[in-house]
């Protein structure tokens, strides 16, 4: 069966789009390369409840994979199979007594989340490798479950909502055990429930700091220092963007106040530049940055712990859309994003983005993006929803600019550093092939060095390697956006299996 619409990503973006189209009457295919919904702003342990933030996006969708009108993705209700709503119990249900008018109300609601949950497919698990055209419909090729199962869906129009990954900036010590991403340390204790350490170091810059340390500190880690390289007075640049943005004032306010309550030092226009250790982490070296990021001389401080939770930013997930020749944009940090008009389309045609591939800002303004993208694909349009896209991308864009790494940062690097941890490739190296043998983007730097040729392919190190290029980052460009059995690469890629 053809779907109207095929949506790559199950985070907010795209649990918004799929709820918003079968609402208007799309038939949707839903893929996830996760086993469960939400994303990594609504990741959960195995078992256990989807977030309450999540639920209102997924209540209306299917939890077997493959098999639509099973249940709700947040696991809230259950129908008996033949369209009559059964009883309902945990959040939101129902029992079936009561007034005859809340009867008749609930009566309809219930129909109304069948029909909807009917209309889509949530296929979970599902890596979707590449997109091709194939006459007036797009298909999907994806690697399916642990047993890498070759998939292939077809659909009319596409929706890319696939996300975003963390920028890591390279210093001395960052490959010792113990040194994790920011957004890694908080998707270990939401998805299993573990801390990295107990003692734990929170640096990088941007907003997600603020929530990664809130979130440590309240499961009982001891958070001495959270060190942001950026400067926060950057933001009063943008006053008209957070004047419109109130609540995002707020959050702020309350995360940096709970760190204050348990004894967090907040160490703005500050950098570790070193993390020291034998089997693992012992301790960090802060140090004072200039205005260009630059480590001041004799400003260097040992902070012991015994993790260190870093992350510079998130960079968009682009490989599926810049495969197919989707336009990009630079955004106001310096990473590349997808460029889309106001209905949420690409410039290929039939090709949808919603979310952080359009630029990171956050749930919410993925979940309005989503919401556009749907209406659009269904020919709507929402003029409330474009006003508060427009709210949130301007925060969005202030929030890049506060926060783009300065030039500067490369000086933390000595010869030794180890920039490609993949392939071993340190910084003397990148070094030696700029300035001794003339290279001058990254795609010389890799043939001359390697580095970006192992196991991540340039997702980790990518921008590093750029930077010390000379260059701001630019969009990845690969023919496979993920690992593939070579039996599915044997099959022509516009067939049907």
């Known amino acids: 069966m053809t779907a109207d619409l095929a949506v790559v990503g199950a985070g907010p973006a795209g649990l918004a789009a799929a709820a918003t189209a079968a609402r208007l009457g799309l038939r949707v295919t839903l893929l996830d390369a996760a086993e469960r919904p939400g994303g990594q702003i609504h990741r959960h342990p195995a078992g256990g409840p989807v977030p309450r933030a ?6 209306r969708l299917p939890i077997a994979p493959g098999a639509p009108g099973t249940g709700h993705l947040d696991g809230t209700a259950t129908h008996d199979g033949a369209g009559t709503p059964g009883r309902h119990t945990g959040t939101g249900g129902h029992t079936a007594t009561g007034a005859p008018r809340d009867r008749d109300r609930d009566r309809d609601r219930d129909r109304d989340r069948d029909r909807d949950r009917d209309r889509v497919t949530y296929l979970p698990g599902h890596h979707v490798w590449t997109v091709v055209r194939d006459g007036d419909t797009w298909l999907l090729h994806a690697v399916a479950g642990a047993d890498e199962e070759p998939a292939v869906v077809r659909a009319r129009a596409v929706l890319l909502a696939t996300g975003a990954y963390e920028r890591q900036l390279p210093f001395p010590g960052w490959t010792l055990p113990g040194v994790v991403g920011a957004g890694g340390a908080q998707a270990m204790l939401k998805g299993g429930l573990a801390l990295p350490g107990r003692r734990l170091v929170v640096a990088g810059s941007g907003p997600l700091l603020l929530a990664v340390a809130t979130t440590l500190a309240a499961a009982g880690a001891r958070v001495p220092a959270l060190v942001e390289a950026a400067d926060y ?3 009063a640049r943008h006053a008209a963007a957070l004047a419109r943005n109130p609540a995002k004032l707020v959050q702020g306010a309350l995360h940096g106040g709970a760190l204050l309550g348990r004894g967090t030092r907040l160490l703005t226009r500050h950098a570790v530049t070193a993390a020291h250790g034998t089997a693992r982490v012992e301790a960090v070296t802060v140090t004072r940055l200039d205005a260009d990021w630059r480590p001041v001389p004799g400003t260097g401080r040992r902070v012991p712990c015994d993790a260190l939770a870093v992350g510079h930013g998130l960079v968009p997930q682009l490989e599926l859309a810049t495969g197919l020749g989707c336009a990009t944009r630079r955004t106001p940090d310096g990473t590349p994003a997808l460029e889309v008009d106001a209905e949420q389309r690409t410039s290929v045609p039939g090709l949808w983005a919603a979310g952080e591939t359009c630029g990171v800002g956050g749930a ?5 993006e989503g919401k556009i993208a749907a209406l659009s694909v269904a020919g709507r349009t929402g003029a409330a929803l474009a ?4 709210r949130l991308r301007a925060f969005a864009d202030a929030m890049a600019a506060a926060h783009r790494p300065g030039p500067g940062w490369t000086d933390w690097l000595d010869g030794t550093t180890e920039v490609c941890r993949c392939e071993e490739v340190t910084a003397a190296t990148i070094r030696e092939a700029v300035d001794g043998l003339g290279a001058r ?15 991540c392919q340039g997702r980790v190190c990518g921008p590093a390697v750029a930077r010390l290029a000379g260059h701001d980052p630019a969009p990845d460009r690969r023919p496979l956006s993920c690992p593939v059995p070579l039996s599915q690469l044997a099959q022509p890629p ?3 299996r």
């Open 494 to 496: 516009g067939a049907e």
């Open 387 to 390: 006003r508060r896209r427009a």
């Open 54 to 59: 999540a639920r209102r996006l997924t209540r």
């Open 364 to 368: 919410e303004l993925a979940e309005t």
């Open 233 to 235: 007075t950057g933001y």
């Open 441 to 455: 983007d990254a795609r010389s730097v890799k043939l001359l060095t390697r580095a970006g040729m192992g196991w």
